[in-house]
């Protein structure tokens, strides 16, 4: 069965990588198939996932003037080690999707906070040609755009965010809410014309600020937005992750909001710890298997691939 996946952090590790290897050793983490990156090209063959997001993210304590840096070269190793692969396409547009061949894996850039961009829209802009598609306004630490959920003043959004989320809006770019605090939640939700949830969970079910409470759910399904369930074991349960464990997340939504705005989003490559089973992309078939099982083919196909098709490719924003 087809996978969309919405968040992964493999251009962290490659770059990450790259920079360790430049002087020590001929061989860097290989795209293709290194074992150290669970979204490398051959799991994400194995696991059938048919469109891949690849998220830029720029680690909080690097200094200011060397994030740009570190956001162009995982650009870079996007375009020279993903796209290098014989089976991958470029996303530009959401459209393109629906043009995939068989076999071909369909690569999406984005950007996952916007400390790279410092208060530069000039940047951003650079960003959204070099194929940017969504955008995160904040890891969980604040920037000149919005505050993340890590931190507790809960400010919402600066001036400069309100412009920067025009400029997303002129170019038909996703706002993405995870890791937004819920101040800032409101004003996206009130200022932004196309939203996403690339990787959370429902708050109700289980109670870590990285989730979303029931009004945000509702309020983004309302403007035509997803919710991407994401596999990181602290936001699904307590303790060991099975499985199953995602089922009360995926029950929740499905009261909540029904069942044409939940899809995936693994957050692969970004996390310490693992449901069992679904340790990488290459697994991916064990969900399938068994949402088949417990919900059914039709549903199963919708959560997997087919909302996303719904609700962004065949209207493809662009």
């Given at each position: 069965m ?15 990588d ?21 979204t ?16 830029i ?16 070269e995982q ?11 014989d089976?991958?396409?470029?996303i ?17 850039l984005?950007?996952e ?8 829209l ?14 995160g ?7 000149l755009?919005a ?13 400069f965010?309100?412009?920067f989320?025009d ?8 706002v ?6 819920p101040?800032?939640v ?21 109670d ?10 509702r ?7 997803m ?28 009261d909540?909001?029904g ?8 957050d692969?490559?970004g996390i ?8 990488h992309?290459?697994?991916?078939q ?12 039709n549903?199963?196909?919708k959560?997997?691939?087919g ?12």
């Amino acid at each position: 069965m087809q996978i969309i996946d919405t968040h992964c952090d493999a251009l962290l590790k490659l770059q990450s990588d790259r920079r360790r290897t430049y002087s020590f050793r001929d061989r860097m983490v290989d795209f293709k198939d290194g074992a150290e990156l669970e979204t490398n090209a051959d799991r994400l063959a194995e696991g059938q996932v048919k469109v891949q997001f690849f998220a830029i993210f720029i680690p909080p304590l690097l200094p200011d003037n060397e994030k740009w840096q570190h956001a162009l070269e995982q650009v870079d190793c996007f375009y020279n080690e993903v796209l290098s692969q014989d089976n991958f396409v470029h996303i530009r547009r959401f459209g393109e999707i629906s043009q995939l061949e068989d076999g071909q894996i369909g690569a999406v850039l984005t950007l996952e906070g916007a400390d790279a961009v410092g208060n530069d829209l000039v940047k951003l802009r650079t960003l959204f040609r070099l194929g940017v598609l969504s955008v995160g306004l904040t890891w969980n630490n604040a920037n000149l755009v919005a505050d993340g959920v890590g931190e507790t003043r809960n400010t919402g959004l600066t001036e400069f965010g309100l412009q920067f989320i025009d400029c997303c809006n002129n170019h038909n770019v996703l706002v993405d809410i995870s890791h937004l605090n819920p101040e800032g939640v409101d004003v996206v939700m009130d200022r932004a014309d196309h939203v996403i949830a690339t990787h959370s969970n429902a708050r109700t079910v289980f109670d870590h600020p990285r989730n979303l409470c029931d009004d945000q759910i509702r309020t983004l399904v309302g403007k035509g937005g997803m919710i991407n369930i994401v596999f990181n074991p602290p936001f699904i349960t307590e303790g060991d992750a099975q499985i199953e464990d995602l089922f009360p997340h995926i029950d929740h939504i499905l009261d909540l909001v029904g069942e044409d705005a939940i899809g995936l989003g693994s957050d692969f490559d970004g996390i310490a710890s693992y449901v069992e089973g679904l340790e990488h992309a290459g697994q991916y078939q064990n969900l399938a298997d068994m949402l088949i099982k417990r919900y059914g083919e039709n549903f199963a196909r919708k959560m997997t691939h087919g909302n996303f098709i719904s609700n962004y490719v065949e209207k493809d924003l662009s």
